[in-house]
C-alpha cells in the first residue's frame, strides 16, 4: 500500500528530525553549562 509506505516515510523523518534536535540541544546546554561554571 503506497499509502501506508509514505506515512511510515513521513513519521521516520519526522522521529529523526526530533532525535537530532533533542542530540543538538542536549550538546548546546552541555556547552553552556560548563562555559558558565
Do not use: C, I
Request: aromatic fraction near 10%; hydrophobic fraction near 30%.
Amino acid at each position: 500500500n503506497v499509502d501506508s509506505f509514505t506515512v511510515d516515510e513521513a513519521a521516520l523523518s519526522t522521529f529523526d528530525q526530533g532525535r537530532r534536535g533533542a542530540l543538538t540541544y542536549l550538546l548546546t546546554a552541555r556547552e553552556n553549562q560548563e562555559k558558565y561554571q
